[in-house]
């Protein structure tokens, strides 16, 4: 069995590695939008919308599950029924992404004539039913291979996957699919899906050179049903609205009379303004894919301290780097989306976006520690009501109210989502919120932009920014030198304390302070 490497360096590396395939995924959304335009983005938009739901429908849970079983029996030392625990994973995710295969296969036609509106898009449906199984098992193997903290073997992996995908991707564009929003769209789909392949030949392998053993799993299938179906449940209604969002914003947009091409009008939102406004966040998601796992074995150790320690050096961390990113994007937004997509209108959508990437990224991390506390049931119920909460919105302020009313439904519908998941988290790791230094934080982030937002240039507002935005937090002893003095420990300053474990949160604030310093 390879070296597993301690959480710290774990975090630091799958954070590395996000950042740098968010980079590249985001540079390759500029590249395709510069080959197809506005409007071949949103076609784009809307078929993987569709294959969206259909991957989520295939892995019904069971990624998440993998992690969670994984870690909760190598929190209690039992290492001999990991094996047993992959096998069921393995026989749940076939036979649910084999149904969602096949029901995308036969649907395909209509959905591409009745939904997407272009019956050309069929083929790439088809295409993506036909990949689907396979992708599930990749999932089921990433979610093993983050659990067992075999983070190093997973990025190598995941790094080499992206590479063969947008090589395979550029190459197919180049020699067959022109101008053509619907060939583009099989290249991509063609792509992702053997990029997934290569992803899980290389795992199964490096999987069985660790010749395990199973040993006897009790009740592991009810566990992976306790596990699995609300997460299943959960993410199948709120993807089935997601994709119905996305199918039916063009056709209540057209409504408006305002808004003169409505596929245009979308495909900048979701193919340009949202890859912008999520890509630093790959810094944090990296966090969070270790906090399921980590949390799960503290909950099964029953070691209480810790999971407190945990939430709140999440929340705050995630808090503080998404402010300063916040900040950043404003002012920035002008010359990122010239330089990138050349466009005055992606502007005004990014900035009116941006001042939400706080109550973003914090819903992620928020996400992930409730997931990993096992909380699934709460989740199913908060996602049905602020689904159902989006889509009545948007059918009614659409046409009414344009891109501006898809914003308001957006704003309110996370807005409560967040706040219902945050109150769940606090009262199950009984933490509580500190409220004024949250307002501090936020009063700090809005006074340092406003001042910066005065200087002239680009990079000397950003950097008067960041420099303001400390110094506030310092002062108003957000930050304190018992924060800068464990930031020094971990990077080698001083010792850590003898026996401490290594912080799975400490990336965040890794990741903060570099940016902040």
């Given at each position: 069995m390879s070296r597993r490497l301690p959480i710290f360096y774990s975090a630091l590396l799958l954070t590395g590695v996000n950042l740098l395939l968010r980079l590249a995924g985001t540079s390759f959304q500029v590249y395709l939008s510069g080959r197809i335009g506005p409007e071949g983005i949103g076609l784009l938009q809307l078929v993987l919308s569709v294959g969206s739901l259909s991957l989520v429908a295939g892995i019904a849970g069971v990624r998440t599950a993998a992690m969670y079983l994984t870690a909760e029996e190598l929190g209690k030392n039992r290492?001999?029924?990991v094996t047993h625990a992959l096998s069921a994973c393995f026989v749940y995710s076939i036979l649910c992404s084999s149904c969602a295969a096949l029901i995308l296969y036969r649907l395909a036609p209509w959905l591409a004539d009745f939904w997407i509106g272009n019956t050309q898009t069929a083929g790439a449906l088809r295409l993506l039913a036909a990949f689907l199984p396979l992708t599930c098992l990749c999932c089921v193997m990433t979610g093993y291979f983050t659990a067992a903290n075999r983070i190093g073997t997973l990025a190598a992996v995941e790094v080499a996957e992206q590479l063969c995908s947008m090589g395979l991707t550029m190459l197919a564009l180049k020699l067959w699919?022109?101008?053509?929003?619907?060939?583009?769209c099989l290249c991509v789909i063609l792509g992702s899906s053997l990029g997934s392949c290569l992803t899980l030949g290389c795992l199964m392998v490096l999987?069985?050179?660790?010749?395990?053993?199973?040993?006897?799993?009790?009740?592991?299938?009810?566990?992976?049903?306790?596990?699995?179906?609300?997460?299943?449940?959960?993410?199948?209604?709120?993807?089935g609205i997601s994709t119905a969002e996305n199918l039916m914003v063009p056709k209540r947009l057209a409504r408006n009379p305002a808004v003169s091409n409505p596929l245009a009008s979308f495909g900048m939102v979701s193919g340009m303004t949202f890859p912008l406004l999520m890509f630093p966040a790959c810094i944090l998601f990296g966090?969070?894919?270790?906090?399921?796992?980590?949390?799960?074995?503290?909950?099964?150790?029953g070691n209480e301290n810790r999971i407190q320690h945990l939430v709140r050096r999440s929340l705050k961390a995630s808090?503080?780097?998404?402010?300063?990113?916040?900040?950043?994007?404003?002012?920035?937004?002008r010359s990122l989306c010239l330089r990138f997509y050349g466009s005055e209108e992606a502007t005004l959508s990014l900035r009116r976006y941006a001042p939400l990437i706080p109550m973003l990224y914090c819903d992620a991390i928020i996400d992930a520690m409730t997931k990993g506390l096992g909380q699934q049931r709460a989740c199913v119920r908060y996602n049905i009501l602020t689904s159902a909460m989006d889509v009545g919105m948007l059918f009614v302020l659409l046409?009414?109210?344009g891109m501006q009313g898809y914003f308001l439904s957006f704003l309110i519908s996370h807005g409560v989502n967040f706040l219902l998941s945050l109150r769940r988290l606090l009262k199950i790791s009984q933490v509580s919120l500190p409220l004024g230094t949250i307002g501090k934080a936020l009063a700090s982030a809005l006074l340092?932009?406003?001042?910066?937002?005065?200087?002239?240039?680009?990079?000397a507002s950003c950097a008067l920014f960041l420099i303001l935005l400390g110094s506030l937090l310092w002062l108003l002893g957000v930050i304190s030198s018992r924060d800068l003095n464990w930031l020094r420990g971990i990077l080698g300053a001083k010792k850590t304390e003898p026996g401490r474990k290594p912080d799975s949160v400490i990336l965040a604030n890794y990741a903060f302070f570099f940016f902040l310093l």
């Amino acid at each position: 069995m390879s070296r597993r490497l301690p959480i710290f360096y774990s975090a630091l590396l799958l954070t590395g590695v996000n950042l740098l395939l968010r980079l590249a995924g985001t540079s390759f959304q500029v590249y395709l939008s510069g080959r197809i335009g506005p409007e071949g983005i949103g076609l784009l938009q809307l078929v993987l919308s569709v294959g969206s739901l259909s991957l989520v429908a295939g892995i019904a849970g069971v990624r998440t599950a993998a992690m969670y079983l994984t870690a909760e029996e190598l929190g209690k030392n039992r290492t001999e029924n990991v094996t047993h625990a992959l096998s069921a994973c393995f026989v749940y995710s076939i036979l649910c992404s084999s149904c969602a295969a096949l029901i995308l296969y036969r649907l395909a036609p209509w959905l591409a004539d009745f939904w997407i509106g272009n019956t050309q898009t069929a083929g790439a449906l088809r295409l993506l039913a036909a990949f689907l199984p396979l992708t599930c098992l990749c999932c089921v193997m990433t979610g093993y291979f983050t659990a067992a903290n075999r983070i190093g073997t997973l990025a190598a992996v995941e790094v080499a996957e992206q590479l063969c995908s947008m090589g395979l991707t550029m190459l197919a564009l180049k020699l067959w699919a022109g101008a053509s929003a619907v060939r583009a769209c099989l290249c991509v789909i063609l792509g992702s899906s053997l990029g997934s392949c290569l992803t899980l030949g290389c795992l199964m392998v490096l999987r069985q050179r660790e010749h395990p053993k199973a040993g006897k799993a009790p009740q592991i299938g009810q566990r992976l049903c306790r596990i699995a179906l609300p997460l299943a449940a959960a993410d199948i209604l709120k993807a089935g609205i997601s994709t119905a969002e996305n199918l039916m914003v063009p056709k209540r947009l057209a409504r408006n009379p305002a808004v003169s091409n409505p596929l245009a009008s979308f495909g900048m939102v979701s193919g340009m303004t949202f890859p912008l406004l999520m890509f630093p966040a790959c810094i944090l998601f990296g966090l969070a894919e270790l906090l399921i796992p980590e949390l799960a074995r503290c909950a099964a150790g029953g070691n209480e301290n810790r999971i407190q320690h945990l939430v709140r050096r999440s929340l705050k961390a995630s808090l503080l780097y998404a402010l300063a990113v916040s900040g950043l994007l404003l002012l920035l937004a002008r010359s990122l989306c010239l330089r990138f997509y050349g466009s005055e209108e992606a502007t005004l959508s990014l900035r009116r976006y941006a001042p939400l990437i706080p109550m973003l990224y914090c819903d992620a991390i928020i996400d992930a520690m409730t997931k990993g506390l096992g909380q699934q049931r709460a989740c199913v119920r908060y996602n049905i009501l602020t689904s159902a909460m989006d889509v009545g919105m948007l059918f009614v302020l659409l046409p009414r109210c344009g891109m501006q009313g898809y914003f308001l439904s957006f704003l309110i519908s996370h807005g409560v989502n967040f706040l219902l998941s945050l109150r769940r988290l606090l009262k199950i790791s009984q933490v509580s919120l500190p409220l004024g230094t949250i307002g501090k934080a936020l009063a700090s982030a809005l006074l340092s932009y406003r001042i910066a937002a005065l200087a002239s240039g680009t990079a000397a507002s950003c950097a008067l920014f960041l420099i303001l935005l400390g110094s506030l937090l310092w002062l108003l002893g957000v930050i304190s030198s018992r924060d800068l003095n464990w930031l020094r420990g971990i990077l080698g300053a001083k010792k850590t304390e003898p026996g401490r474990k290594p912080d799975s949160v400490i990336l965040a604030n890794y990741a903060f302070f570099f940016f902040l310093l």
